[in-house]
């Protein structure tokens, strides 16, 4: 990682651990370098953001629309910090917002000069606020599990990934988790 690092984190189907994977990420970063980390969260559900936080932890509110919003109002409306010492960025909203892909640049521009690190969880869907969001990236972790279907399916979004964003065979990292969900 160089100094200050964007990192998406992307699946091809849902329900592989990409929020885990990141929350994760987040705190061993933050214990190994010291550096402020944030998850910019662009699409987790309220059972992720439960698992996240518990059920007294904090929801998405409903703001204003984000693209008529300052950005520093932004920051403080949406950032919350973590028990385990990163801080958490829900943008959610950007998905549905008709402009959302062109405040992705600046937001995270904003957040870089706060964090040495910023990590993104994408949904697992392809539309302008994602791709904007993996053109900006240092990094991009594809998440996917063992289950051939999956297999097939990210080795496909990985090709979309190239022919969306350009040159992006090294920054592409497959993550293949091997756990399986408890019932």
């Excluded at 994977?21 to 987040?26: D, G, S, T």
């Excluded at 214990?31 to 698992?51: F, N, P």
């Excluded at 950032?79 to 600046?106: E, K, R, S, W, Y």
């Excluded at 964003?165 to 293949?176: D, H, T």
Aim: glycine share 8%.
């Amino acid at each position: 990682f160089s100094e200050a690092t964007i990192a998406s984190v992307y699946s091809a189907v849902k329900g592989v651990g990409c929020t885990c994977f990141a929350v994760a990420l987040a705190a061993n970063l933050r214990r190994e370098t010291g550096q402020a980390v944030v998850i910019m969260d662009l699409g987790g559900s309220a059972s992720s953001r439960q698992w996240l936080y518990g059920p007294t932890g904090p929801l998405q509110t409903t703001r204003a629309s984000l693209a008529q919003t300052p950005l520093e109002e932004q920051l403080e409306a949406g950032l919350t910090m973590h028990p385990l010492g990163f801080g958490v960025f829900f943008a959610g909203d950007l998905l549905f917002d008709a402009n959302g892909a062109q405040v992705i640049a600046p937001l995270l521009s904003a957040l870089i000069n706060r964090f040495g690190y910023v990590l993104i969880d994408l949904p697992a869907e392809v539309n302008p606020a994602v791709i904007k969001a993996l053109t900006q990236s240092d990094v991009i972790y594809v998440i996917t599990d063992a289950e051939k279907e999956h297999v097939t399916r990210t080795h496909a979004l990985i090709h979309q990934i190239g022919s969306s964003v350009g040159e992006a065979e090294q920054r592409i990292k497959v993550v293949l988790n091997s756990l399986t969900e408890r019932p």
